[in-house]
């Protein structure tokens, strides 16, 4: 457990917070009945829990598909949309030494343009506005936005031992080995080879996540779920509840399977940030395979 930022926002939601009434419903034209309610929106700082699962300070619990496929050890890759479903992802997203790129692929859209300093993060997304930054501390994440009012937007979050506090109030804490309460709604247990989310008042899990070979499976029920899945080939695929999104992925200008090597230098601020960070060359497959095996409290670069 360890708080972090995640840049790409390229994420699997498996809990998505509502504004307004969660219980309120409309009718459609067809007949069914929906949710009313904005969803809240991501937030880039969070609680990384290990295993690609973020808690973001507004309350989403997703997946940070690019630590979980282990691309945040690699200094240069591309991802570019082939096809897209219904999950909320970037049309392309790329990292060119301290440089991320994120387009979302929108019409008349900016690149989102962030630029790695130091202990500070730089988010360039308006032509009219100087950047956002995202400032790093011993234990804490500072989110300073720009544009009016930005003192009355800014948020943080800082760690303190095993638990993290939010100013927007969200709370994760570990409450055992393999055990953290989310706010005290949500429970995230380790069990062997598997993770369970469930709700505080449930024993029935809201998502059981395990691994399958190269396949990283979210579900709730044998016909109900998501999942995660990168080919030898280099293509990403993301179904989210059967939608699929797919993306073609190049390490170092190269599809996925033909990279032997990638070095694991992420530049000062990573290095400062992570314990225990290998220098030098570091194998991604390999990281992919450890990702998925490290405790949900071991330390992994914050984006």
Known sequence: MEISADVFQLRLDLIREKEGNPDSTIQTTDGTYKPTGNLVSHHYLGTYAGNGLFIDINGNIGVDIIRLLG????????????????????????REGNTITVNDGEWMSNDVVTQIEDETILIKASRFFPPDKIVFEKNKIDYIPSGLFSNFRMSSIQQNREITQSSTAYRVEKTGENRLDLNGDYEIIREEDKIILKSRNSSTPLYTIVREGNRYVFFRTDSYGSWVQMS?????????????????????????????????????????????AKSGRVKTEKRVERNTRREASSPSPPY
């Open 71 to 94: 691309l945040d050890a690699a200094r240069t890759f591309k991802l570019h949309r082939t096809q897209k479903g219904s999950l909320d992802a970037p049309a392309e997203a790329s």
């Open 232 to 276: 030898e080939d280099g293509t990403l695929r993301i179904s989210d509840n059967g939608s699929i999104t797919e993306y073609a992925c190049e390490v170092k200008g190269r599809p996925v399977k033909e990279k032997d090597e990638e070095e694991g230098k992420t530049g000062k601020a990573a290095d400062q940030r992570t314990s225990k």
